[in-house]
């Protein structure tokens, strides 16, 4: 008589673990044992039951309706599969309740090494193909839509390789799906894909590139697997092993720092990723194999099936706590509070030092030209009869060693009919040659520059560079950063496929301090939170007209006009969308605006809750 198998793996975690179990699931019920998937409850020690349980790190811990020594009873009664990488509180935590189970696997060589030097007997448990991931069938010849695909969280290293790789990825066929991890991602959800979703984008992809989380080099394995099954190859930061395969013949690995130009390269010779594609494949449909791979342990497992649960001692985990000390978290607390309050006098006495200023020149414009809101305009030759797809717009204050960086970036797009609308805000250190000069050495180019006799800030400038602005779509470019040739033209298709969007964005590489903007798709309880959508976005000139412009008041939104106008968009139930690609770089530099925007925040966000307060905040209590 054969012994059934129950599967469990809880759906309160994360959702790869669920999709693991499904996998073992499949493999062990084509050897012909009853499986059952998902078990349910708490697994129990019964004659001729195999309990398997997924991620015993998460399955045990996310049950808070049991106690220890339930847990620790069903644990005894189950086989733990861990899926954790050593050195890590998830692995203790694994260790904890697989050592007083029946029995341990583990997805990884190195945790089962460790787990013999804690002394407990472990197995490897080696995942490998099944039909249900191969979404491809091994046909070399079919289309991809993708160049390149990135599935993975965001973390500051990530951050930091994509922020200096966007130079040498702008020009693919790019989905970098880069998502925030502030909880288990239990069910999919934005552009974070699952199952058979998942399968199929790697099976429309030519590339998958990896990069680890953290400075730990271990090697995803799981992830590699779906890539190969799916035809797709993988390129993958350099890490300890590779477990079966073989970089260069499976798999091509390189270090951090040469990665995105390695990544650049392979994506441009098809003969070599078909060759390296087609070995891997062949190599996990033939040596890998996971049912003939699992038959001997589901046989051993079965073995034991009705004998009783041995009864061991858990292995002890160091669980982290947070220790609170009311004296001293009442002095943090104290320091924090007076902090604030420095910083947000300092805004505030800088605020008003720029609005004095400001004042000071529209007096200037007014006694000399009759109006404080003065400008002279200039245009080049061609400007007059050219009709624009695109209208792209920048304002300038003071920023003359990177204006004609942005300008010539706006030369150089590329399948978009553009002109240029520049609006100088009266600035002082030498931008006003600059786009003299721009325009004398580009006859040719449809451009117009707005000379304003006083400056007035971000928002007037803005408002009188759209109200100029003769196209229907409006890309905004600030004076100090730059857009890729092909930026506008993925901008553009997005707001063609999303005819109700407002506008359309994309990933944003930073330079100076390494890192991304905008590398999150529309979300409005996350943009509650903070504004994580850069002003560098192309916008509906009409969405503009509707909702008035960008904010010019006096209050202490300066610095805020690009989240003051996506929060107003969305209290009118517009929405942006978003364009999983490298489009742009944004300059960090130490004379930056957002420089002084950021040292009062707190406040900021208060006079937006007070603005707009039927928008779905979070609480505060």
């Not at 079965?302 to 947070?322: D, H, Q, T």
Request: overall charge negative.
């Amino acid at each position: 008589m054969r012994p059934a198998f129950h599967l469990y793996a809880t759906r309160r975690g994360n959702i790869f673990m669920v999709e693991i179990a499904e996998l073992l699931a499949a493999a062990i019920a084509d050897l012909g044992y009853e499986t059952v998937f998902p078990a349910p409850g708490l697994p129990e020690d019964r004659p001729g039951v195999v309990n398997l349980v997924v991620a015993p790190h998460e399955f045990f811990t996310l049950h808070p309706e049991h106690g220890e020594s339930e847990l620790l009873a069903a644990a005894a009664a189950s086989t733990c599969v861990g899926v954790e990488q050593p050195g890590t509180y998830w692995y203790d935590l694994t260790v904890h309740f697989a050592s007083v189970g029946r029995s341990v696997l583990d997805i990884s060589p190195l945790a089962v090494e460790e787990y013999s030097r804690r002394g407990l007997e472990a197995g490897h448990l080696q995942l490998g193909y099944h039909p249900v991931l191969d979404h491809w069938g091994g046909d070399l010849d079919r289309p991809r839509s993708r160049d390149l695909l990135f599935l993975g969280s965001m973390t500051d290293r990530r951050a930091r390789f994509f922020g200096e790789a966007a130079p040498l990825l702008w020009d693919l066929r790019a989905d970098l799906r880069l998502f925030e991890f502030p909880r288990p991602m239990s069910t999919p959800r934005g552009r974070f894909v699952a199952g058979g979703d998942k399968w199929d984008l790697l099976a429309d992809s030519r590339v998958l590139l990896n990069v680890h989380r953290d400075e730990v080099p271990y090697f995803e394995w799981v992830r590699a697997l779906e890539a190969v099954c799916n035809g797709c190859l993988l390129v993958t930061e350099a890490s300890t092993d590779y477990g079966p395969l073989q970089g260069g013949e499976h798999l091509v690995a390189a270090p951090f720092d040469t990665l995105p130009a390695l990544t650049a390269s392979l994506v441009l010779d098809e003969g070599l990723r078909r060759e390296i594609v087609a070995n891997a494949y062949d190599y996990v449909r033939t040596k890998l194999e996971l049912t003939a791979h699992l038959a001997p342990i589901c046989e051993e497992l079965a073995s034991s099936a009705w004998l009783p649960a041995p009864s061991r001692r858990a292995y002890a985990v160091a669980r982290p706590e947070v220790r609170y000390h009311d004296t001293g978290g009442a002095l943090l607390a104290g320091v924090r509070a007076t902090d604030g309050r420095v910083r947000a006098r300092i805004k505030e006495l800088l605020d008003s030092e720029t609005q004095l200023g400001q004042a000071i020149e529209g007096l200037e414009a007014q006694l000399r030209h009759g109006d404080p809101r003065h400008r002279v305009e200039r245009t080049t030759p061609v400007y007059e009869g050219f009709e624009p797809e695109v209208s792209v717009l920048i304002t300038s204050y003071n920023y003359a060693a990177y204006l004609g960086e942005a300008m010539a970036s706006v030369l150089a797009v590329q399948d978009v009919e553009v002109d240029l609308v520049v609006v100088d805000d009266h600035s002082r250190d030498g931008s006003v040659a600059v786009l003299h000069r721009f325009l004398d050495e580009h006859p040719w180019f449809p451009a117009k520059v707005i000379f304003k006799s006083a400056n007035a800030g971000v928002g007037p400038a803005r408002n009188t560079g759209f109200d100029a602005c003769r196209a229907d779509r409006v890309f905004v470019l600030d004076a100090d950063n730059f857009v890729y040739p092909n930026g506008v033209r993925k901008l553009v298709d997005a707001l063609d496929a999303d005819p109700e969007a407002a506008f359309a964005y994309g990933i944003i590489g930073r330079l100076g301090l390494a890192g991304v903007l905008s590398h999150l798709p529309w979300d409005l309880p996350r943009l509650l939170e903070n504004n994580y959508i850069d002003a560098m976005t192309l916008l509906r000139r009409s969405v503009w007209e509707h909702l008035g412009g960008y904010d010019t008041g006096e209050s202490s939104l300066k610095g805020w006009e690009d989240y003051e106008f996506w929060l107003r968009l969305a209290a009118a139930g517009g929405h942006g969308t978003f364009v999983p690609e490298m489009v742009a770089t944004y300059r960090v530099h130490s004379t930056s605006r957002q420089q002084t925007v950021d040292l009062d925040t707190e406040s900021l966000h208060q006079e937006l809750r007070n603005r707009y307060p039927y928008l779905p905040w979070a609480t505060t209590e």
